[in-house]
């Protein structure tokens, strides 16, 4: 019996269009979501400084101009979208801005579409590399209640 949502996390990186193909290719929902988390400018300025709170860079866009991540995340998320449904999925796209961490967005999305199944890549990364940077697969995975497909790297 398919499941009727499945939540795809797509990132624009060959790991996430490796899950797309995955989940067309293995699962079948009603329905899937395509997502594309993004962090504004200002807050992604703020933690490459350090500093948060402080004048912001002349290259971080003004309240009156559409974030140039926002614009990113649009074209990203176009693109997951078209490869989902390429792939036979009836899927809809979703650019959410995130508020906190992209993994905590990810969750708190599949819960609020009370999605059956998360599909995310992954980079792959193991020993002391991965202890030091756990991936947004590896946090979905732990803070979801929900089953997560994580599909590796290719080889």
Same mark, same amino acid.
């Given at each position: 019996?398919?499941?009727?949502?499945?939540?795809?996390?797509?990132?624009?990186?060959?790991?996430?269009?490796?899950?797309?193909?995955?989940?067309?290719?293995?699962?079948?929902?009603?329905?899937?979501?395509?997502?594309?988390?993004? %962090?504004?400018?200002?807050?992604?300025?703020?933690?490459?400084?350090?500093?948060?709170?402080?004048?912001?860079?002349?290259?971080?866009?003004?309240?009156?101009? %559409?974030?140039?991540?926002?614009?990113?995340?649009?074209?990203?998320?176009?693109?997951?979208?078209?490869?989902?449904?390429?792939?036979?999925?009836?899927?809809?796209?979703?650019?959410?801005?995130?508020?906190?961490?992209?993994?905590?967005?990810?969750?708190?999305?599949?819960?609020?579409?009370?999605?059956?199944?998360?599909?995310?890549?992954?980079?792959?990364?193991?020993?002391?590399?991965?202890?030091?940077?756990?991936?947004?697969?590896?946090?979905?995975?732990?803070?979801?209640?929900?089953?997560?497909?994580?599909?590796?790297?290719?080889?």
């Amino acid at each position: 019996m398919p499941a009727d949502l499945m939540l795809i996390a797509y990132d624009g990186t060959e790991n996430s269009r490796r899950a797309v193909e995955h989940a067309g290719r293995f699962l079948s929902a009603e329905r899937a979501v395509v997502v594309t988390a993004w %962090e504004p400018m200002v807050r992604q300025a703020a933690r490459m400084s350090g500093l948060s709170g402080v004048v912001q860079p002349e290259w971080v866009p003004d309240e009156d101009t %559409e974030d140039i991540a926002l614009t990113d995340a649009k074209a990203v998320n176009s693109e997951g979208l078209d490869l989902a449904r390429s792939v036979g999925l009836n899927a809809e796209g979703r650019t959410i801005e995130s508020v906190t961490t992209i993994w905590t967005t990810i969750v708190e999305v599949a819960d609020e579409l009370d999605a059956d199944i998360i599909v995310t890549g992954t980079r792959g990364t193991t020993g002391l590399k991965s202890l030091l940077q756990s991936s947004v697969a590896d946090h979905v995975l732990r803070h979801s209640h929900r089953p997560v497909l994580i599909v590796p790297p290719g080889r």
